[in-house]
């Protein structure tokens, strides 16, 4: 890997892997030179063309559109959507819907607290079991993401 090393006006100096410095001109540089810049050279009966080698950075940069989401300042933190969703995971909402349904615990876990204790307070009347077999068949026929939650 060759590495300009000097820049004296018109004169550049490149490093090459040889260890050996070669002397180019800066007409024959095809981009706005800087000390440290990783360099190919390319020689043929006498002309030089020096050309700056791409990081992987700037490939991907170039290479169209990228879309970086982190939620790394709300890890752990439940992502609400709009009129009152939320985002939950599939297997755990419906594991929850199944088993402790009756006793509201899946609405507890969706942010729905007022739902929650109202299954709790009406839990001796299986109302409320009733409906969270519904719930639990529905939440079964949602498609999930691709981080596997659904809204509910």
């Known amino acids: 890997m060759a590495k300009i090393i ?13 260890g ?16 440290g810049d990783e360099v190919e050279v390319f ?3 006498g002309a030089v063309i020096v050309s700056k080698k ?16 982190s939620n790394s300042q709300n890890a752990g933190q439940p992502i609400y959507i709009a009129n009152n969703t939320k985002a939950v995971n599939k297997v755990v909402y419906c594991l929850l819907v199944f088993f402790l349904g ?7 876990y969706a942010g729905k607290t ?9 839990c001796w009347t299986f109302i409320p079991a009733f409906i ?4 639990f068949i529905v939440a ?4 999930s993401d691709a981080n596997g939650n659904i809204l509910v």
Do not use: M, Q, W
Not at 7 to 15: H, N, Y
Not at 102 to 108: A, N, P, Q, V, Y
Not at 140 to 143: D, S, T
């Open 6 to 18: 000097k820049i004296d006006g018109e004169v550049i100096s490149v490093g090459t892997d040889d």
């Open 20 to 35: 050996k410095i070669k002397e180019v001109r800066a007409l024959d540089v095809n981009f706005v030179p800087a000390v």
């Open 43 to 45: 020689e043929n009966d």
């Open 54 to 69: 791409k990081s992987k950075i700037e490939e991907n940069v170039n290479s169209g559109i990228n879309i970086n989401v």
């Open 102 to 108: 009756g006793i509201g615990i899946h609405k507890f």
């Open 114 to 122: 007022g739902s929650g204790i109202l299954y709790l307070l009406f």
């Open 132 to 135: 969270a077999f519904i719930e």
């Open 140 to 143: 079964l026929c949602k498609k």
